[in-house]
């Protein structure tokens, strides 16, 4: 299996709380994204990063903010959580854009907004 | 806009075969995957395909038809460890994956 590492699993916030969400990746891969899965709903992409310092917006991305200083590491912030952001977040890694290669999904973090 | 279809829920019997169906409108494709997740676990990969046809992998096939935007996911022999969700996913002209909201199979012994 793909080493990815989701920190925390589980999170319980106040509403106007700052919260960053972390994925590290063993596997040296150039792609990482942040989804947010929901009932009824599709896995849907907040942020994605093709390399280091290089991020861009998914089709979910507001009140979303990402970095990713390093290979190993994508963060994901809520500078100010809202109930609507309550959700399990799965991050994700590929070694390559191709459109066969698929993704590695961490185990998710279930995030509870208060 | 794109859309990604799959039933919600389905049933079926410990032994037996399911076919688990996937149709998609999407702007310009680049394959499509399905992948499968248990209750409260990570989705993991199952099949890609982006020819027409059959691509068999032990008990598990998945069938595309770009002309009719449609797949299929078949299980054999299923198991109970085979009760999951299974989600459809369509790359489109920009690589971008549209994901399906995913088909609750569960299986009945």
């Known amino acids: 299996d793909a080493g990815i590492t989701q920190s925390p699993r589980h999170k319980v916030t106040e509403t106007g709380t700052p919260v960053t969400l972390r994925c590290h990746q063993t596997?040296?891969?150039?792609?990482m994204y942040w989804y947010r899965q929901d009932p009824g709903h599709g896995l849907r992409l907040i942020h994605y990063?093709?390399?280091?310092?290089?991020?861009d917006k998914g089709e979910v991305s507001d009140g979303y903010s990402v970095s990713r200083s390093k290979t190993e590491d994508f963060l994901l912030t809520l500078e100010s959580a809202t109930s609507s952001q309550t959700s399990v977040y799965f991050c994700?890694?590929?070694?390559?854009?191709?459109?066969?290669?698929?993704?590695?999904f961490g185990n998710g973090t279930r995030l509870t907004v208060t | 806009g794109q859309n990604i279809d799959q039933p919600t829920e389905m049933t079926a019997t410990e032994g037996a075969i399911v076919q688990i169906n996937c149709t998609y409108q999407?702007?310009?494709?680049?394959?499509l995957f399905w992948y499968q997740q248990h209750a409260g676990e990570a989705p993991t990969f199952l099949s890609y395909?982006?020819l027409d046809g059959l691509e068999e992998k032990g008990r598990f096939s998945s069938f595309l038809s770009r002309s009719k935007g449609y797949s299929y996911l078949l299980l054999k022999e299923l198991q109970m460890k085979d009760s999951a969700s299974y989600l459809c996913a369509v790359s489109d002209s920009n690589y971008q994956l549209i994901w399906g909201a995913g088909t609750k199979l569960i299986i009945k012994p």
């Open positions: 990063s093709y390399g280091v310092k290089d991020t």
């Open positions: 994700a890694i590929s070694d390559s854009e191709d459109s066969g290669s698929p993704l590695h």
């Open positions: 999407t702007s310009g494709f680049n394959g």
């Open positions: 395909n982006v």
């Open positions: 596997e040296n891969h150039r792609y």
